[in-house]
């Protein structure tokens, strides 16, 4: 958890200079009934009214904070993830001043200011230990305003959850075997727009007489289309297998987890459409968005039973518990 | 606000809290001017951007360390008096903090030496005005407390000096703590240590208008002082009587080197009886009238002319001099006496007297003169009246005795000038009826007074300070005032709105020592039963309006309708108990197409499978299944999300 200096548990804590204002009033008002002065009296009403004036207005204008998370950025395990924490302050008569945020995976936060009746947006950073979905059920405010004899603590709920991807490998050892595995980069096998054969099929309406296979249309006596494959170098297949066999620990597992998502990370970036293929679904990256191939990482728990997983020849295997004629990151 | 635009204020806040202190006796002059040079240097450096050390701090460690022995010397031998040592040390300690500041973050200490010097200010202030240097100086507290609240904050984290508080903030804040303030005062308990002494105010040190003899060596001389002596509640069928108003505190009866005195006497507690002290015996009219008193010099008290009992006070002693009346030194933080003054037209004493003629030199010129004015009358009222008469018409009043110029004895005064002020006038009659062998004497006080119409008192001024003659007609002393009527203290013609002005802050004034100074343990028992007596009649009140009330409700319609919207109450809890959850219903509504949606999957998920196979269903419950995901991760639940996700899924089910 990240806390800063003077986090603690509970409500409220007296500071030095809160001691000190309350031991300065105790004298006041020793002295003030020793004498009966009513001059004293007048000093030591002031002070006690400051005290407790103190006590409301820190604890009225946390109390009527709300809270929640506006957006948040791609929250990858180990980097700062960046988002937006909205605060409405529904109080009518406080304004409130120097608070600090914190909490959870929270870096702490200062708050100016939240005037009474508004919202703000404050940005904020995150950090993540682990993938997965990532509960962010409280936050904690602090805030001595306003005289800063008392440090109050309000704890807040919120309901939110956010689904952190794996954490990429960044040491350069490790991304160039992301870079190496570019070589592994295969046909598509599907149809598409390019120069080799894939198949042929019936004529239909509407189709482009520059695809005709004169030659098999000759021979057969009827039109016939010739259809291409698509270009073969746009396309890399991830093949993530999640078996864990017993000795294996969830170290190695979470490292190929990472390795898988460092990979398919880097082959987005370099323009290539990702495949990935995982227990009974694969996934294709869509226009340059790898989300549901990263979700998918995130959420992946491992499997104590083998799986048979289908994939192509120059597909790329991260697996900790299978050896075999597949290349591995 | 830049750092050294605080550190100046936090300077001239510092400054500021000793300012009070000039206007009363807590420390001397020299301390005080001294510690404001030091200020005041120390604030040029740092407006100059230079480091507050006007003294190198080496060097004010040294004398910080000799002070200490220095304290000792001061209240043993300089001041005589640890509450001033004591002033004197904090002034110093405040001069140390900003110079050692340089070196290490002291603010809290310096704000907590501020505050020592402010309460040493303010505890021996007691005039209204003590008021607005509270506030000015909480304001600026506030602006020093919230920027000190901040730094410590923003210290924590790491990060730099930001913008503090505004003023505004400040303003807001000291507003509501002078509202606490203001309900708290009356409440906080005036339980105080019997063992200890009141902190006296600044009036003892003002002059008076009266003087403890009168001294005509010398040129006399009096200053217009409007401090209030004492004011005055005469009811309206009393005032004719009674006024105009004339507090008597002294009897000169006794002539020596042109000097008038006032006759020792015996001193003497006397006795009250239920709180009444009796002092003379009524004769004629009797009224009772009001005096609230502050006790000038020592604690002597001042009783209008015609007093004959009196009671207020705790204890009452004739003497040092001959019927002077004092008390014991007040146990509170003011002056002020408040009593009930038994009045009557005319008073004898309560004990036989022999009244003894004056020891005034006889003067063969003076006699004359005497004989002259007086005729034949052998009344020594009768020859008084004259005298008086003579006096005032024939002689000059001159309201400021600098004016006369040099010092004159009463034979000059009667004799050769002719012009003089209330006190030769006085002394020229008691010298004229001694050579008539009439016993006579001069008595000193206070006379006349301002009405208030804002608050139905007469008030008496150091101003008003006056001296007029009591004559001896065989059984008792009657009052004769040989000074022109007209002339006289209080009887200067002020403008209306002049004189309105004047009332209203003598009524302010009023107030604050009535409910702010004098307020005490009495008030409060006095204010716990009007609201015990108040709590009482309202309950009493309710009670009866309740009693009627409820023989309305025993009837039987009342009761039925009562029932039914208990029984409607509990229906609707347990038809909102029975009530599924929303993702309940959206599992189940999902389930109709072929999806589980378990706990491993999310809502998001399920809507992308049902997607794939159901496009056309899909899109129907993708802005509900939006809406239940607004609603779960909500920090706030919203009812009326709830009730449309059911509403139209009911819709869908159809």
């Keep these: ?329 | 606000m830049t750092p050294a635009r605080r550190e100046i204020e936090t300077l001239l806040l510092t400054s500021f809290a000793a300012v009070p202190l000039y206007a009363t006796n807590a420390v001397g002059l020299l301390p005080l001017v001294a510690f404001h040079a030091v200020m005041a240097g120390i604030i040029a450096r740092v407006a100059m951007g230079k480091s507050p050390e006007l003294i190198p701090a080496p060097v004010m460690r040294t004398i910080a360390v000799l002070y200490i022995g220095f304290y000792i010397v001061d209240a043993a031998f300089i001041s005589r008096n640890a509450i001033a040592a004591s002033t004197h040390l904090v002034l110093f300690i405040a001069t140390y903090q900003p110079i050692e500041s340089a070196r290490t973050r002291n603010y809290a200490q310096r704000l907590l030496t501020t505050a020592l010097i402010f309460v040493a200010s303010i505890a021996t202030s007691t005039h209204i005005t003590v008021l607005l240097f509270v506030i000015v100086f909480a304001f600026l507290m506030f602006r020093q407390l919230m920027y000190v609240s901040h730094i410590e904050t923003v210290a924590a984290l790491g990060h730099e000096y930001a913008e503090p508080p505004s003023s505004r903030a400040a303003t807001f804040y000291l507003a509501g703590t002078a509202c606490i303030a203001a309900v708290l005062f009356p409440v906080v308990p005036r339980v105080r240590n019997p063992m200890m002494q009141g902190i006296g105010g600044s009036l003892t040190n003002a002059s008076t208008g009266l003087s403890d003899t009168i001294d005509f060596n010398h040129e006399r001389s009096s200053t217009p002082d409007p401090s209030v002596v004492a004011r005055v509640w005469i009811s309206a069928d009393a005032a004719p009587f009674f006024t105009p108003i004339r507090l008597r505190g002294a009897i000169y009866d006794r002539f020596s080197r042109n000097q008038w005195l006032q006759s020792a006497g015996r001193f003497h507690e006397l006795r009250s009886r239920d709180g009444v002290f009796r002092i003379a015996r009524p004769v004629g009219l009797q009224r009772v009238i009001t005096v609230q008193q502050h006790l000038l010099t020592n604690t002597r008290v001042y009783l209008p002319t015609g007093a004959y009992a009196v009671s207020g006070l705790p204890t009452l002693f004739e003497g040092p001099q001959n019927e002077a009346l004092t008390t014991m030194p007040l146990r509170r933080s003011t002056d002020m006496v408040t009593l009930d003054v038994s009045v009557a037209r005319d008073i004898e004493p309560l004990r036989s007297v022999e009244p003894h003629v004056v020891n005034y030199p006889r003067n063969d010129e003076v006699t004359a003169m005497a004989r002259q004015i007086v005729g034949t009358s052998s009344d020594p009222l009768e020859q008084a009246e004259k005298i008086e008469q003579y006096l005032s018409t024939k002689f000059r009043y001159v309201a400021d005795p600098a004016a006369i110029g040099h010092p004159m004895t009463v034979d000059r005064f009667l004799l050769h000038d002719h012009v003089g002020h209330c006190e030769y006038f006085a002394a020229g009659m008691v010298a004229l009826l001694s050579s008539l062998d009439v016993p006579a004497r001069i008595a000193g006080g206070f006379y006349g007074g301002r009405f208030n119409p804002l608050t139905g008192y007469f008030v008496i001024r150091r101003e008003d300070a006056h001296a007029w003659v009591e004559v001896w007609n065989g059984t008792r002393w009657t009052t004769f005032d040989p000074t022109p009527a007209t002339l006289r203290p209080g009887m200067d013609q002020t403008g209306l709105l002049r004189a309105y002005v004047s009332a209203l802050g003598e009524s302010v004034t009023y107030y604050w020592d009535r409910y702010v100074l004098t307020y005490g343990l009495g008030d409060q028992v006095a204010m716990a039963a009007n609201a015990i007596t108040a709590v009482r009649d309202a309950m009493r009140s309710v009670k009866l309006r309740m009693s009627d009330q409820l023989t309305q409700l025993k009837s039987p319609g009342t009761i039925v309708f009562i029932l039914l919207i208990v029984a409607g109450g509990a229906l609707a809890v347990a038809i909102a108990g029975r009530r599924h959850p929303v993702f309940d219903l959206l599992a189940s509504h999902l389930r109709r197409f072929g999806i589980n949606v378990g706990p491993a999957m999310t809502m998001e998920e399920a809507l992308a499978e049902l997607r794939a196979n159901h496009p056309y269903d899909a899109r129907e419950l993708e802005p509900l299944i939006a809406m239940y995901e607004a609603e779960r991760f909500s920090a706030h639940a919203d009812p009326r999300r709830r009730k449309t996700i059911r509403k139209r899924l009911a819709e869908l089910r159809a």
């Design chain 1, 1 to 329: 958890m990240n806390a800063p200096p003077f986090a603690f548990d509970g409500v409220v804590r007296l500071t030095k200079v809160g001691t000190s204002y309350v031991l300065f009033t105790v004298v006041i008002g020793f002295a003030a009934l020793n004498t009966g002065n009513n001059a004293l009296y007048i000093g030591l009403t002031f002070l006690l009214g400051c005290l407790l004036l103190s006590g409301i207005a820190s604890k009225g204008g946390l109390k009527h904070l709300r809270v929640e998370f506006s957006a948040i950025g791609q929250p990858w395990v180990g980097r700062p993830a960046h988002g937006m924490l909205r605060l409405h302050n529904d109080s009518r008569i406080w304004n409130v001043r120097d608070v600090v945020i914190c909490g959870g995976e929270l870096d702490p936060v200062l708050v100016p200011i939240v005037a009474r009746r508004s919202t703000i947006e404050v940005p904020v950073t995150l950090h993540f230990d682990h993938r997965g979905i990532v509960t962010v059920n409280r936050l904690d405010f602090y805030t001595r305003y306003p005289f800063g004899f008392f440090l109050k603590k309000r704890r807040i709920r919120i309901h939110g959850e956010v689904i952190v991807y794996p954490r990429l490998l960044e040491g350069e050892r490790d991304r160039r075997r992301m870079e190496a595995t570019a070589e592994g980069e295969i046909a598509t096998n599907r149809i598409g727009a390019g120069g080799e054969v894939h198949s042929f099929r019936e004529y239909v309406r509407g189709d482009s007489l520059r695809h005709v296979a004169w030659k098999k249309s000759a021979s057969l006596g009827r039109w016939i289309i010739k259809q291409t494959e698509a270009e073969a170098s746009k396309s890399v297949h991830v093949v993530l297998d999640p078996y864990k066999p017993r000795g294996v620990n969830d170290e190695a597992f979470e490292e190929i987890v990472s390795a898988a998502a460092t990979y398919i990370y880097y082959s987005m970036q370099r323009g290539l459409e990702v495949v990935l293929s995982l227990p009974r679904v694969s996934l294709h990256s869509k226009a340059e968005d790898a989300t549901p191939l990263f979700r998918a990482l995130a959420l992946i728990e491992p499997a104590h039973e083998p799986f048979a997983i289908p994939y192509e020849r120059n597909a790329v295997v991260f697996s900790v518990g299978r050896h075999d004629d597949a290349r591995t990151a």
